[in-house]
């Protein structure tokens, strides 16, 4: 189980994140969405330490951290049990995907190199790369890319994947392929924080929407009734906007 508590994130004078509480269940498959700014890709990268938040708990398994005083070891701890794709995709330029998703196995876990490239080889064959395995990211599509990201993530074997906008940055045509693999996931019961502006992937996959506006959590709960009974305003005036774009391309 995954638990964030008081979860507090200033940049200078400006709060980003207020006071984020959220409980994930093992195996659970969680999608943030909300409008522009909001905090959600913040939160992401607080889980995992990519910035360090003001104030706050988080709770993977056993491990408790008080992330105002968080050790490099508890932080490194952390990390260890998230993994995270980019939106961006985040891949080494000079290394091949083989590479990029050893890489890990081979630096954090200190596998031998023989059976980092076994399992990466493993792992670019179920997100569909099987055949791209001796390719540099500059020869790949961005959907192919970011299924590279996912693979590296995989290899982490880390208790929840974090996926910022995994598919902001694709072409309509590669978005499906990314999704794809995602749903495979869901379906494995990864453990899942989703930040996506896809609708449709967070009302066939989720366990659970959020939506936050202003840096909290203004309201969640299964996608059945978030989307077809939201509470809020806020909630009901992004869904209006956000579906009406969506079904008009």
């Given at each position: 189980?995954?638990?964030?508590?008081?979860?507090?994130k200033?940049?200078?004078?400006?709060t980003?994140?207020?006071?984020?509480?959220?409980?994930?269940?093992?195996?659970?498959?969680?999608?943030?969405?909300?409008?522009?700014?909001?905090?959600?890709?913040?939160?992401?990268?607080?889980?995992?330490?990519?910035?360090?938040?003001?104030?706050?708990?988080?709770?993977?398994?056993?491990?408790?951290?008080?992330?105002?005083?968080?050790?490099?070891?508890?932080?490194?701890?952390?990390?260890?049990?998230?993994?995270?794709?980019?939106?961006?995709?985040?891949?080494?330029?000079?290394?091949?995907?083989?590479?990029?998703?050893?890489?890990?196995?081979?630096?954090?876990?200190?596998?031998?190199?023989?059976?980092?490239?076994?399992?990466?080889?493993?792992?670019?064959?179920?997100?569909?790369?099987?055949?791209?395995?001796?390719?540099?990211?500059?020869?790949?599509?961005?959907?192919?890319?970011?299924?590279v990201?996912?693979a590296?993530?995989?290899?982490?074997?880390?208790?929840?994947i974090?996926f910022?906008?995994?598919?902001?940055?694709?072409?309509?045509?590669?978005?499906?392929?990314?999704?794809?693999?995602?749903?495979?996931?869901a379906?494995?019961?990864?453990?899942?924080?989703?930040?996506?502006?896809?609708?449709?992937?967070?009302?066939?996959?989720?366990?659970?929407?959020?939506?936050?506006?202003?840096?909290?959590?203004?309201?969640?709960?299964?996608?059945?009734?978030?989307?077809?009974?939201?509470e809020?305003?806020?909630?009901?005036?992004?869904?209006?906007?956000?579906?009406?774009?969506?079904?008009?391309?």
């Open positions: 189980m995954i638990e964030i508590q008081g979860l507090v200033r940049f200078n004078d400006a980003i994140l207020d006071g984020i509480d959220l409980t994930i269940e093992q195996g659970e498959i969680i999608v943030v969405i909300g409008p522009s700014g909001t905090g959600k890709s913040t939160l992401l990268r607080c889980v995992n330490f990519l910035e360090q938040p003001n104030a706050g708990r988080i709770r993977i398994g056993d491990l408790d951290v008080d992330v105002a005083r968080a050790s490099k070891k508890e932080i490194l701890a952390l990390r260890r049990r998230t993994a995270f794709v980019f939106q961006n995709y985040a891949l080494f330029a000079n290394k091949t995907a083989l590479e990029n998703v050893a890489e890990g196995l081979i630096v954090v876990n200190g596998w031998k190199k023989a059976r980092a490239h076994a399992r990466a080889r493993e792992l670019l064959a179920r997100v569909g790369l099987g055949d791209k395995v001796d390719a540099y990211p500059a020869s790949l599509s961005g959907g192919q890319q970011q299924r990201g996912i590296r993530a995989m290899a982490a074997q880390a208790e929840v974090l910022d906008e995994p598919t902001s940055s694709l072409d309509p045509e590669w978005v499906e392929e990314v999704l794809g693999v995602m749903k495979q996931l379906r494995e019961r990864q453990t899942m924080l989703v930040v996506t502006h896809e609708m449709s992937f967070a009302r066939d996959v989720a366990d659970r929407v959020i939506f936050m506006s202003d840096g909290r959590i203004v309201e969640q709960g299964p996608p059945s009734q978030l989307f077809s009974a939201p809020d305003e806020r909630t009901r005036s992004f869904l209006r906007k956000v579906l009406a774009t969506q079904e008009a391309l």
